[in-house]
């Protein structure tokens, strides 16, 4: 085999171990439907309501003076780029004193789905896409209606891939996947993730259909981001991927590669000397 063929074929094995097959999107966190709306306080007396860009629950928004007030659920409906067409966001808190905000699609988070919190309190963040424009979060199943198949672009996904943008401090995801009778929840911990180095979270399907969920059928989905006191956690999109089977660096491919053509080089030589 020719130097020039063996470097080909290496080039394309070392890309194809750092490059995941992607399926389709579930979300890009880039479009919400502008019926978002806040109460405008004034010392302590609700003024009326005001149109705002994007999609956003708030704990705490304003408890004096004057400022805007959101509530703590929402939903966004007719989204092409959601799937299901709809994106319900709900937030809790540990306490109301301090402010804690969960949004997509605004003006600082355009393309992402971002969680902040105060230092004194911890929050959780929940993105649920059911297919419809109803929900009842005391139970998810109710209204759940999503039907989607999540083979159905690509048979060779075996996982849902969640891009981590930024996590200052870490936090934990939970993803839940139902089909109408069963359902099961897969959590990890998210990792502290520095601007410009995204990760990506792999929610692999076998540990789904292993429990009973039938992964071309799900009727919901449901995502929620927990972030510790003082976190910073955003989400720049999630979609259907072939999971990568290990974390194979561009520094790693270069010392792989290094080593290889290394050891061709040695085994030339040797052919010399016999001649």
Do not use: C
Not at 27 to 50: M, P, V
Not at 154 to 168: H, L, P, T
Not at 180 to 208: K, R
């Amino acid at each position: 085999m020719k130097l020039s063929t063996l470097f080909l074929y290496s080039t394309v094995v070392l890309a194809m171990a750092q490059t995941p097959a992607r399926g389709f999107s579930l979300d890009l966190f880039s479009e919400e439907d502008g019926s978002n709306q806040a109460d405008f306080y004034n010392a302590g007396s609700y003024l009326g309501t005001f149109p705002t860009t994007g999609q956003r629950v708030v704990i705490n928004e304003s408890t004096s003076g004057t400022g805007l007030v959101y509530g703590s659920t929402n939903t966004d409906s007719s989204l092409s780029t959601a799937i299901g067409g709809n994106r319900h966001l709900k937030i809790t808190a540990s306490n109301t004193n301090n402010l804690a905000s969960l949004e997509t699609a605004t003006t600082e988070y355009s393309n992402s789905l971002n969680l902040n919190t105060n230092s004194n309190v911890v929050s959780t963040g929940l993105v649920v896409w059911n297919g419809s424009s109803s929900i009842d979060y005391d139970d998810l199943t109710a209204n759940a209606s999503l039907n989607v198949d999540l083979e159905a672009d690509n048979d060779d996904d075996d996982s849902i891939g969640i891009n981590v943008k930024f996590a200052d401090l870490g936090g934990t995801l939970d993803l839940t996947l139902y089909d109408g009778t069963n359902t099961h929840t897969t959590s990890q911990s998210i990792p502290t993730v520095s601007s410009g180095s995204p990760e990506t979270l792999y929610y692999n399907f076998f540990d789904y259909s292993n429990a009973g969920v039938n992964i071309n059928s799900v009727d919901y989905i449901s995502m929620e981001l927990t972030g510790p006191a003082g976190s910073d956690i955003e989400i720049d999109f999630i979609e259907t991927v072939k999971e990568i089977p290990f974390n194979f660096s561009s520094s790693l491919g270069l010392i792989v590669s290094g080593g290889f053509f290394g050891f061709l080089g040695m085994k030339r030589k040797k052919i010399i000397r016999r001649s």
